[in-house]
């Protein structure tokens, strides 16, 4: 029989339980949601904690409002939730379809949004798309309860502003204005069961032939998934066209940091990237003016 | 630390002592005995060891023990009933789906998850359905077959 990953295993019933357990146990514990990314480094030694929170008992499953007039979901709601929730297909397919497509199936049933957000791969499905979406996430520690803007929430690869005492509870997703589109376009090496090789999240709000309002979010090209801002400037109040928005894929590819590796190398996936945010802004402008 | 785990195993109440830090994989092969489930990535990227965890297709190796109190758990070894094969088992063999047979047991539970839930699956949606599940044997043609004769017999 293999060893057991940790000594111990905590099951708190409510957040302030697990709150406790955290400011005891700080240096000493993991939290564990879905265990979808956990597992494996706890396998691998990249993480040995002594104990682990179990956070899947706590009411943090939860989808409530609606797109229209702001989401908030709670952080232990599963990928597979998302995806079939029907108030986020009609309302927000995007976010449905970029749940359904980590890992797979399988991983689906477990894998958190939470978790995706606090791994904070720059690859991450979830984390590149919410930032385009201007998701909010709220914490919850010894000291109470507070809300970060997802742009604000990533300090670097796998890094995040969470503190070992708090936990992730929620998701918060702002009031989408009624003519919005979006888009979520993960470009991976295999069909399924892969990581993000490029992930490009747009969310636009035109104003006749103008463009209103533009979200570019980027994942897997730098050290955190990231909103080009230039590009989202250089966009914003103009009429949309070709000229401008390579101008702004000039501006956003400007910003990423592309690296060479076993999977690709760098010139791959810059040309990718242009690609990718060419095809995204005219899918979401497309799913703005027509059907979504 | 052991602790005592209830729960219910292919329809029977179990109750024994495991780490509830070990995996499910691990306690079911290992303390358990029941080895239809197969341990191979642990990483749940292959789908091998997939149970059925309160009804939903997952991997064992992900799941830690703790997480099976209270569950309604089913392994290959509790799909067949009372000595007849499942439609599903049926559809596997009538379409030659399994080689070697190792990944058999975890596409098996995917399939009667899938089923359940979608039970007039199109080609591309038994695909999609599959690809947390990977063999190195068949090339995958005789396990869809499997699954499309499976829909009809589950129909019929």
């Known amino acids: ?292 | 630390m052991k602790r005592e785990i209830h729960c219910k195993i292919n329809g029977e109440k179990r109750t024994f002592r495991a780490d509830p830090c070990s995996t499910a994989v691990d306690v079911l092969r290992d303390h358990l005995y029941l080895t239809g489930t197969k341990s191979s990535c642990e990483t749940g990227d292959c789908g091998a060891c997939t149970i059925l965890w309160n009804g939903k297709a997952v991997n064992a190796c992900l799941l830690l023990a703790n997480r099976m109190e209270g569950a309604e758990i089913v392994t290959i070894e509790g799909v067949m009933k009372r000595g007849r094969l499942d439609p599903v088992q049926k559809a596997f063999i009538e379409e030659d789906a399994a080689q070697c047979g190792f990944c058999t047991p975890g596409f098996i539970m995917r399939v009667k998850a899938f089923l359940n839930e979608n039970p007039s699956p199109s080609d591309e949606e038994i695909k999609n359905a599959l690809a947390g599940n990977l063999c190195r044997c068949t090339g995958y043609i005789d396990i869809i077959a499997a699954v499309k004769n499976a829909v009809m017999k589950l129909k019929g």
């Open chain 1, 1 to 292: 029989m293999k060893a057991p990953l940790a000594n111990d295993i905590y099951e708190p019933a409510t957040v302030a339980e697990a709150v406790d357990l955290l400011k005891e146990k700080s240096d000493s514990a993991c939290v564990i949601a879905g265990g979808t990314d956990l597992l494996p480094w706890l396998k691998d030694g990249v993480l040995a904690p002594e104990c682990l929170v179990d956070i899947g008992g706590l009411p943090l499953d939860y989808i409530k409002g609606s797109p229209a007039k702001g989401l908030q979901i709670g952080a232990t709601t599963t990928m597979k939730e998302i995806k079939t929730s029907t108030s986020i297909k009609r309302g927000l397919p995007v976010l449905a379809s970029a749940a359904g497509q980590v890992g797979g199936p399988q991983t689906q049933e477990l894998a958190t949004i939470g978790g995706n957000l606090c791994t904070a791969s720059p690859a991450g499905n979830l984390v590149t798309l919410l930032l385009a979406l201007e998701a909010e996430v709220k914490l919850q520690g010894p000291d109470g309860e507070r809300v970060v803007p997802l742009k604000e929430f990533f300090r670097g690869p796998k890094q995040t502003v969470l503190e070992k005492t708090e936990i992730m509870i929620e998701v918060i997703i702002p009031p989408l204005p009624k003519k919005y589109g979006a888009d979520y376009i993960k470009f991976t090496l295999r069909r399924e069961m892969d990581i993000a090789l490029v992930g490009v999240a747009v969310m636009v709000v035109p104003d006749g032939t103008k463009i209103e309002k533009i979200r570019i979010s980027l994942g897997a090209v730098g050290p955190v998934a990231f909103l080009a801002e230039k590009a989202q400037e250089i966009l914003e109040g103009k009429k949309y066209s070709a000229e401008t928005i390579e101008e702004a894929v000039k501006a956003a590819r400007d910003r990423c940091s592309f690296i060479s590796d076993v999977r690709a190398d760098a010139q791959y996936r810059c040309d990718v990237t242009a690609v990718l945010l060419r095809r995204a802004i005219a899918k979401a402008w497309q799913s703005a003016k027509g059907g979504k």
